[in-house]
């Protein structure tokens, strides 16, 4: 029954099915109340029933928002702000929320002619294009060396400037221990050379 649904006029009630899917309560109560069924199954019976007959591949504007050719643009508009309050992102997160964006191009189709009885122009299944992002520069990681080391600009933040940076602290650091072992672990030798230099 799916796969003739597409095929099918829409009905002329498809607007409260519209508000059924949105979840709301006067909507649902008043449709419970006359089925006798539970309100969240007329609910996804009433999703599942639009995915088939609006949202096809082959469907044009006027199907999508589940309109007769000709229908005004105030139509359009109320069937367009139904199906939002069901498949609007923030509202619903699931896989049906995609539907969301070819809701509202439809719309932009049909308010976009000067007369709602126009020839009725395909939507396109594909996401709506997004302004393509600028690549982004390379960038070196930046490995800060002491401060009193200065390096030209242009060869700041390269490999061989970090190295020059580094292999400075480390030969500063190397003669500051190297001092400290000889003056601590060999007195003698530390005295005889202190004295050599005293005039």
């Known amino acids: 029954m799916a796969r003739t649904l597409g095929a099918r006029p829409i009905p002329q009630d498809v607007l409260e099915l519209m508000k059924i899917a949105a979840g709301s309560e006067e909507h649902c109560r008043l449709a419970a109340t006359r089925t006798g069924q539970r309100e969240d199954v007329l609910i996804e019976a009433a999703r599942f029933y639009l995915q088939q007959i609006l949202f096809r591949a082959d469907a044009d504007c006027y199907r999508i928002l589940g309109l007769a050719p000709g229908a005004s ?104 221990v190297m001092s400290t072992v000889v003056y601590y672990f060999a007195p003698d030798f530390s005295r005889d050379l202190i004295a050599e230099w005293k005039p």
């Open 73 to 176: 643009k105030d139509r359009a508009r109320l069937h367009m702000a139904a199906l939002l309050q069901w498949l609007h992102p923030d509202r619903n997160n699931g896989l049906e929320g995609l539907y969301a964006h070819r809701v509202i191009a439809a719309w932009q189709q049909i308010s976009g002619s000067e007369r709602g009885n126009e020839p009725r122009p395909k939507v396109s299944n594909a996401p709506v294009a997004r302004r393509p992002r600028r690549p982004r520069r390379p960038h070196s990681p930046k490995l800060a060396g002491p401060p009193w080391i200065r390096i030209p600009s242009k060869k700041r933040g390269s490999i061989y400037s970090v190295a020059i940076k580094w292999g400075v602290v480390g030969v500063i650091t190397l003669a500051l």
